[in-house]
């Protein structure tokens, strides 16, 4: 199959020169897939403000467009906007605005939600930056029902989002429900699939009860079958990822946007599968 939709891919800042080294290697290789843009997470709190700001602006001076992550956490409107205008600045044109997790101690702080970000990002520097934020085909682990996780969806897109990133998921058919249920709350803004490749089923399995993410029992149970067979879990992985990825496209979806865990592989395997070639050189 060929592919002719948006591609983006998810790091997340290093902590070490050597992190460091082995995320420019990462970039590297898949930069040569002509991605849309990189993106940069961004810890509870603003834990990561510094690295997550030297990996987004070391990207930046390699030519490629890219998103850092942004959310209030613990801090005031001030070093936020400061923040913003250091990207603006830069050239920095796209970020990924998202509500975020408190940090361990912050007690009472008031939780900023995504859309008020968002209306604070427009109010602030107008149209400059392309905003992206997140979706929940399984629901946010946190709404009180489906309808309600749609409805605050939507607030994100009438304060001035432009598109969606969903986490993660491996259900196909939990997405076209999705996108249908959002086309009939009003939504028309384009929402791009989450895309985890698999490399080590514990760390899945405990990341996913965590975020709300489901796995399917009958892939729980083949993982698992493998036990330490590192190999099969990746092969296993690569071609269960690349056939969801081939029925979201079917389905409509815009494009994908892959959560790399700093690592071209699985990732590279699974965009070569779906006919995404990289450029020479």
């Known amino acids: 199959m060929?592919?002719?939709?948006?591609?983006?891919?998810?790091?997340?800042?290093?902590?070490?020169?050597?992190?460091?080294?082995?995320?420019?290697?990462?970039?590297?290789?898949?930069?040569?897939?002509?991605?849309?843009?990189?993106?940069?997470?961004y810890g509870a709190g603003g834990s990561t403000r510094d690295t997550t700001r030297n990996a987004v602006m070391d990207i930046h001076s390699d030519g490629y467009d890219v998103a850092p992550h942004l959310s209030f956490?613990?801090?005031d409107e001030a070093s936020v906007l400061s923040l913003l205008e250091d990207y603006r600045q830069h050239g920095i044109k796209r970020i990924v605005a998202l509500r975020g997790d408190m940090p361990s101690g912050?007690?009472?702080?008031?939780?900023?939600?995504?859309?008020?970000?968002?209306?604070?990002?427009?109010?602030?520097?107008?149209?400059?930056?392309?905003?992206?934020?997140?979706?929940?085909?399984?629901?946010?682990?946190?709404?009180?029902s489906y309808e309600e996780d749609i409805y605050y969806l939507k607030q994100k897109f009438d304060d001035g989002a432009n598109s969606a990133l969903t986490q993660y998921f491996y259900d196909a058919d939990a997405y076209s429900w999705f996108l249908e249920s959002c086309r009939h709350a009003g939504i028309t803004a384009p929402i791009y699939p989450g895309i985890m490749p698999i490399t080590n089923y514990q760390n899945l399995a405990r990341f996913s009860a965590r975020c709300g993410a489901s796995i399917p029992r009958w892939v729980a149970k083949q993982l698992e079958s493998y036990g330490s067979k590192q190999d099969d879990i990746i092969n296993f992985g690569i071609e269960l990822v690349t056939r969801l990825c081939e029925n979201l496209l079917a389905a409509g979806a815009p494009g994908?946007?892959?959560?790399?865990?700093?690592?071209?592989?699985?990732?590279?395997s699974i965009c070569s599968n779906l006919g995404i070639r990289a450029e020479a050189g």
């Not at 392309?130 to 709404?143: G, K, L």
Request: charged share 20%; hydrophobic share 35%.
């Open 2 to 41: 060929s592919y002719n939709k948006r591609l983006s891919f998810e790091f997340f800042p290093p902590k070490t020169e050597s992190g460091m080294v082995k995320l420019r290697e990462t970039r590297s290789t898949l930069g040569r897939l002509s991605p849309a843009f990189f993106s940069v997470t």
């Open 73 to 75: 956490g613990g801090d």
């Open 106 to 144: 912050m007690g009472m702080a008031r939780l900023v939600y995504a859309n008020e970000l968002v209306r604070f990002i427009r109010h602030h520097t107008g149209n400059h930056f392309e905003i992206e934020v997140a979706a929940y085909p399984e629901i946010h682990p946190e709404a009180k």
């Open 256 to 268: 994908l946007h892959f959560y790399t865990m700093n690592q071209s592989e699985p990732t590279s």
